[in-house]
């Protein structure tokens, strides 16, 4: 059997173009005389169509499609996702579904068994789970085919569900199975689901097509790399990463292929994979909105450089534009080093000294800081100064800017809310300090593209005389060690003294850590590559007290 | 048998504060001999606690604090609501529970069964649903412990849920239904939750002790209003609206209270209800976050008129500044009607003129916007220095910015972000301009509070000159009936055009909402008196091309 697997970009709600993407695929597998083409997980609405789910009309709007796109299967049959109605009244009005399409008709309806409610999936919310299992029976073969989560619960110690939904289907003796999904990247995503996908292959003695979608959803970034796994584990087809592609396989072929044509051929260093996700992000992000321009304010400093760097990559470097915005605290090298990055990348820069902005509101505010002395009054005052003029410049030409604030600022509410937390996206804000340094070195890999200065130089907000980083935070090696631990591993106080971490120092990054809640509540979307981001994955109470 | 029901007010993870507040409820229990003290849902740990739900060492905590309070029930016995770890492998790691606390130890536990997960509820994020049933059995009593949800699946049409945990526990023929609540206020929802009591009491002929938390966390406001409800469905007892109340009944005394006594005692019209708790939202953020003073700006509009009022109701009149911000499209009776205002409320005021700021701004922006025509940028500039100016004051000396956005300028975007859209706070965010309208009648019921002024006067942002609302928006009676059925109602185009709504309008409404997703991202948190309020409780995608 020749089946297609189409890894696809979809964009929430977009049915015109989600259904001209998937029948023009139908039209391309019919030409190579596919069997069956397979989609990822509810293609024809986009995922995740969060509380779009909710309106009636949206879910009809998905069965007009879905009877659309099953007119175009005569030849080739198709397995497409699309929410459904529950047709019983008891439980939650809809179904997360797979739809096998044949002969032009609906022929068979799969349902999610396993739906994943926690970190940034909310799937219960929407969806009653699946109770009942029936293989696909297509020319001669028997199709175990399941959505997404329900092949993960598998191989923990722990197990998230009370049982498995393959364990039902194996008792019909599939040939295959076949998983329709939208799992999102992070940098240990793709090991996670090989693991996954081969401790199934490996209980159930029989291959896996996994058909992931790619593209990005404003927080969410859907990474490919869909797979066919043979029975003994190995792959037999790797799909590319962070791209659109259509691949066609014979079933009864299932040795794996040489090292350079399988696995590897897409497989880069984790910080190779963040760069490519973070590129993927701003790309999709502006767009799927319609918006062609990004701003950015240029610092000098690392995270700016390679926001301007990344964006160039996404946007093109005739659509960015920097902005320098010296105040009498910036150092004479902030400008010479941003100067450079931009002749390097090729891109427009115009510097404006924010001096006499500055200026006037310290006259203005003068009578009524009644000589109080200089502090954080007066730094945000700057960064705030910034960020009204690069509003201005997005409101007067279109640029959306883009924030710079990575995740260990994010993380201890380093960053001044109204000032360079301003931005219609945060590229940074899930990359640690560390992490943008492995970033830098990964984009200067072949040639210096970002100015040795900016990664050497000790991280300033510059916003005071002489003012370092260092004065108030814990050095970033350690700071992101106990971040990781805290956020990503949610390890509380006792486990990270256990861990050899200084109490004092602990409370005090906690503290920062849950005092931040208000400021994070108002930063923009951060594009996810960890497993825990802050956006929709992490959920926390402004006022919660605990290590408060 | 004597029943205390205990309506109190948590802090979510203060352990300390809950521990002790349960504890000196159920000492005034035992010093007025009452067998049985109830609780509200998840006391101990507060709710919601969300993410620090995932914490173990939380966990950890949550079990420290039980076994605490489990040694003050030697004498009076108590439910009380807790979080507790999954003995079983496999399923999620928590239950929801109510523990039966007796001669100083833990006698029996319940597991919640139904776990709302729409709207503002994410419990299947952390909780697995219960399975078993078994009434509570003290002084010759069989109790029916539920908690929350669990007596909500009833009634209705189109049941949420496959089943109703009191299906099972009336088969073991229990004397009295009890509930454990954490059932957030909104304007309808009092009606809703005796309408699902009484329906309860019908169905299973015995009747029920209803007790709900009360109190904000940040969002989410408690309002309380615990009850009695005999098996005729009339109320026996009733507790007090938006305040802590301990209330003491004999479980054979069944017989309604009279009117004046009972359910009505304290009933208000629902714009009181709003109008409560907006001041108990307003009064918990600011406490349970640790801080005492407010700032806003003052504009002469009736919308930080509204604010004022309230933020002076609910932290004094000496703990409220308001900076009155004019520029040189200000209407000269802004400034009178606001003064006037101050002058009401005995709270003080300062004036700052922006225009300094805003020419020096328009100056260092010149060379850069090539003469193009006066547009939204600089309408935003005023508004972004006015917030510069606010943040200053908010930075300088500890106020807390109090943010005047109301729901319908929510909803379509009509607002600056960074510039009217700071605040830590959105106090009006839930209520529509026509019920802004309400309030301040009902403010003004016994006296002019709010000058006349401001209530008669049409609408303005006064960023341009003579600018009206209306200039750029339908008018409000309009636009927040087509708001409402689009966002209460999740009604889409096509009904709202079968509504008898004009089509272009609909049109032109729905596209300004989508369209304004990424603004509301960045908006602060809001305090919910709705069904349906912009926040945790509507989850929507940016990139989301629906209706857009």
Redesign the interface.
Request: with cysteine.
């Given at each position: 059997m020749k089946i297609c697997l189409a890894q696809l970009n979809y964009?929430?709600?977009?049915?015109a173009?989600n259904t001209g993407k998937i029948i023009a695929a139908i039209q391309t597998a019919e030409a190579q005389q596919a069997d069956l083409i397979v989609f990822s997980e509810l293609c024809i609405s986009?995922y995740?169509?969060?509380?779009?789910l909710?309106?009636?009309?949206?879910i009809s709007?998905c069965a007009e499609a879905l009877n659309e796109i099953a007119k175009r299967t005569t030849k080739v049959a198709a397995i497409v996702g699309c929410p459904r109605r529950n047709p019983v009244?008891?439980?939650?009005?809809l179904f997360n579904s797979a739809f096998f399409l044949y002969e032009g008709k609906v022929k068979q309806i799969i349902d999610k068994t396993l739906l994943p409610?926690?970190d940034v999936f909310?799937e219960?919310?929407y969806f009653e789970p699946n109770k009942t299992f029936e293989v696909v029976l297509f020319k001669g073969k028997r199709l175990a085919v399941t959505i997404c989560e329900d092949i993960w619960n598998i191989g923990d110690?722990?197990?998230?569900?009370?049982?498995c939904p393959l364990d039902e289907l194996i008792k019909q003796s599939p040939d295959i199975i076949i998983n329709l999904s939208a799992s999102p990247f992070s940098y240990i995503q793709h090991e996670a689901r090989l693991k996954v996908i081969r401790a199934n292959v490996a209980r159930y003695k029989i291959p896996m097509v996994y058909v992931n979608q790619v593209g990005a959803?404003?927080e969410l970034i859907f990474d490919g790399g869909s797979v066919v796994v043979n029975e003994m584990g190995e792959i037999v087809e790797q799909l590319k990463f962070f791209e659109e592609e259509l691949l066609f396989f014979e079933s009864e072929v299932r040795s794996a292929k040489s090292e350079e044509n399988s696995n590897t051929r897409h497989r880069t260093s984790d910080i190779g994979l963040v760069h490519n996700a973070l590129i993927l992000g701003i790309h999709?992000?502006f767009s799927?909105?319609g918006f062609k321009k990004a701003i950015l304010g240029l610092s000098g400093g690392i995270d700016s450089a390679l926001v301007l760097y990344l964006a160039v990559e996404a946007l093109g470097k005739e659509n960015v534009l920097s902005l320098l915005l010296p105040s009498g605290y910036s150092s004479d090298h902030s400008l010479v080093d941003a100067i450079q990055l931009c002749e390097n990348l090729g891109t427009k820069y115009?510097t404006?000294p924010?001096e006499?902005?500055f200026q006037?509101?310290l006259?203005?505010?003068e009578p009524?800081?009644n000589g109080?002395p200089f502090?954080?009054?007066e730094e945000?005052?700057q960064a705030?100064?910034r960020?009204?003029?690069l509003?201005?410049?997005s409101?007067?030409f279109g640029y959306i800017l883009l924030n710079t604030t990575n995740k260990s600022e994010a993380s201890v509410g380093y960053g001044t809310?109204?000032g360079d937390m301003?931005g219609?996206l945060a590229v940074l804000g899930d990359v640690y300090k560390t992490q943008v340094y492995e970033l830098a070195h990964y984009i200067n890999r072949n040639e210096e593209i970002i100015p040795q200065n900016i990664i050497s130089k000790a991280p300033s907000a510059e916003l005071r005389p002489n003012q370092k980083d260092s004065d108030s935070l814990p050095e970033y090696d350690v700071l992101d060690k106990i971040l990781y631990q805290y956020i990503e591993k949610?390890q509380?106080?006792?486990?990270l003294v256990a861990l050899g971490f200084e109490k004092p120092l602990v409370d005090r990054v906690l503290k920062l850590v849950n005092g931040s809640e208000?400021k994070r509540?108002?930063?923009?979307?951060i594009l996810r590559v960890s497993p825990k981001a802050f956006g929709?994955g992490?959920?926390?109470?402004?006022?919660?007290?605990?290590?408060?």
């Amino acid at each position: 059997m020749k089946i297609c697997l189409a890894q696809l970009n979809y964009h929430v709600g977009n049915f015109a173009a989600n259904t001209g993407k998937i029948i023009a695929a139908i039209q391309t597998a019919e030409a190579q005389q596919a069997d069956l083409i397979v989609f990822s997980e509810l293609c024809i609405s986009g995922y995740p169509s969060r509380d779009f789910l909710e309106f009636d009309d949206f879910i009809s709007q998905c069965a007009e499609a879905l009877n659309e796109i099953a007119k175009r299967t005569t030849k080739v049959a198709a397995i497409v996702g699309c929410p459904r109605r529950n047709p019983v009244k008891e439980g939650k009005d809809l179904f997360n579904s797979a739809f096998f399409l044949y002969e032009g008709k609906v022929k068979q309806i799969i349902d999610k068994t396993l739906l994943p409610t926690y970190d940034v999936f909310d799937e219960y919310r929407y969806f009653e789970p699946n109770k009942t299992f029936e293989v696909v029976l297509f020319k001669g073969k028997r199709l175990a085919v399941t959505i997404c989560e329900d092949i993960w619960n598998i191989g923990d110690e722990n197990p998230l569900y009370p049982a498995c939904p393959l364990d039902e289907l194996i008792k019909q003796s599939p040939d295959i199975i076949i998983n329709l999904s939208a799992s999102p990247f992070s940098y240990i995503q793709h090991e996670a689901r090989l693991k996954v996908i081969r401790a199934n292959v490996a209980r159930y003695k029989i291959p896996m097509v996994y058909v992931n979608q790619v593209g990005a959803q404003t927080e969410l970034i859907f990474d490919g790399g869909s797979v066919v796994v043979n029975e003994m584990g190995e792959i037999v087809e790797q799909l590319k990463f962070f791209e659109e592609e259509l691949l066609f396989f014979e079933s009864e072929v299932r040795s794996a292929k040489s090292e350079e044509n399988s696995n590897t051929r897409h497989r880069t260093s984790d910080i190779g994979l963040v760069h490519n996700a973070l590129i993927l992000g701003i790309h999709d992000y502006f767009s799927k909105l319609g918006f062609k321009k990004a701003i950015l304010g240029l610092s000098g400093g690392i995270d700016s450089a390679l926001v301007l760097y990344l964006a160039v990559e996404a946007l093109g470097k005739e659509n960015v534009l920097s902005l320098l915005l010296p105040s009498g605290y910036s150092s004479d090298h902030s400008l010479v080093d941003a100067i450079q990055l931009c002749e390097n990348l090729g891109t427009k820069y115009e510097t404006i000294p924010i001096e006499q902005n500055f200026q006037s509101f310290l006259e203005t505010l003068e009578p009524h800081f009644n000589g109080l002395p200089f502090n954080v009054a007066e730094e945000n005052l700057q960064a705030r100064v910034r960020g009204v003029l690069l509003m201005a410049f997005s409101n007067k030409f279109g640029y959306i800017l883009l924030n710079t604030t990575n995740k260990s600022e994010a993380s201890v509410g380093y960053g001044t809310l109204y000032g360079d937390m301003c931005g219609g996206l945060a590229v940074l804000g899930d990359v640690y300090k560390t992490q943008v340094y492995e970033l830098a070195h990964y984009i200067n890999r072949n040639e210096e593209i970002i100015p040795q200065n900016i990664i050497s130089k000790a991280p300033s907000a510059e916003l005071r005389p002489n003012q370092k980083d260092s004065d108030s935070l814990p050095e970033y090696d350690v700071l992101d060690k106990i971040l990781y631990q805290y956020i990503e591993k949610r390890q509380g106080p006792k486990e990270l003294v256990a861990l050899g971490f200084e109490k004092p120092l602990v409370d005090r990054v906690l503290k920062l850590v849950n005092g931040s809640e208000w400021k994070r509540f108002q930063a923009p979307p951060i594009l996810r590559v960890s497993p825990k981001a802050f956006g929709m994955g992490r959920r926390m109470n402004i006022e919660g007290k605990y290590l408060g």
